[in-house]
């Protein structure tokens, strides 16, 4: 996870949160969360190289979509960087929740 970037980060957490999501779904839940569009030029390159990275793997619905899913590797890799997180952050959170 280190060597990956806040993007490629993101794709990971918005396929680790969706069923199976075909590109677009992730497309458009990134565009959401960054209020602005996202490129197919952006997006298609950085799934690949978490395909290469063994993060995800892709699948074919049809001729035209794939869909995506997380490894096994790629699960541990965000629970690891969850647990990481958590030393830095956990507090916070915490006090800024409601009780």
């Known amino acids: 996870m280190h060597d990956l970037t806040g993007f490629q980060r993101d794709l990971l957490y918005v396929i680790a949160g969706l069923d199976e999501p075909h ?3 992730i ?5 959401d969360y960054y209020e602005s569009e996202i490129h197919h030029g952006r997006l298609y390159p950085n799934l690949d190289t978490l395909v ?9 619905r049809d001729r035209r979509t794939n869909y995506y899913t ?11 960087r969850r647990e990481w997180e958590d030393q830095y952050v956990s507090d916070l959170i915490e006090e ?3 009780a």
Do not use: S, V, Y
């Open 23 to 25: 590109g677009l779904a």
């Open 27 to 31: 497309k458009e839940e990134l565009e």
């Open 52 to 60: 290469e990275k063994g993060l995800i793997d892709k699948g074919q």
């Open 70 to 80: 997380l490894t096994r590797r790629g699960r541990r890799e965000l629970e690891a």
């Open 96 to 98: 800024a929740t409601p």
